[in-house]
């Protein structure tokens, strides 16, 4: 059985630090494309960052230059290191595994799916 476990999600104020964790149990993450994605209220589910079966990274435009995604392979977990956050990163960020050959950043290529992990940023 596959699960995914978010957490280091916070409140921080604006132009603060988080990073947040996904703990993979059930197989190895590095076999998967994997992805961190996010939902704010009363919007739809977006991609964050991804990162592919080589290691292999890329990020959505408001990410790129503030935003991590790395993975600790002996941990099995995936990271996802946020600097410089804003209010409008405000969201539920979930992490995400696919068993997709092409990795993207559609989240409705991903199918085992965490509980999520709870991003406030204040202004």
């Known amino acids: 059985q596959v699960q995914l476990v978010e957490s280091g999600g916070g409140s921080v104020q604006s132009g603060g630090s988080l990073r947040l964790s996904c703990a993979v149990f059930g197989y190895t993450y590095s076999n998967y494309c994997m992805g961190w994605f996010r939902q704010a209220p009363g919007k739809g589910r977006e991609g964050v960052a991804v990162?592919?079966?080589?290691?292999?990274?890329s990020y959505t435009d408001f990410a790129r230059g503030r935003f991590t995604i790395s993975p600790d392979n002996a941990k099995n977990t995936l990271y996802l290191q946020m600097n410089n956050l804003k209010p409008e990163d405000t969201a539920m960020y979930y992490c995400?595994?696919?068993?997709?050959?092409?990795?993207?950043?559609?989240?409705?290529?991903?199918?085992?799916w965490g509980q999520g992990t709870q991003v406030a940023v204040s202004s």
């Open positions: 995400a595994a696919s068993t997709r050959y092409r990795c993207t950043a559609s989240p409705y290529e991903y199918s085992s």
């Open positions: 990162i592919d079966r080589s290691g292999s990274t």
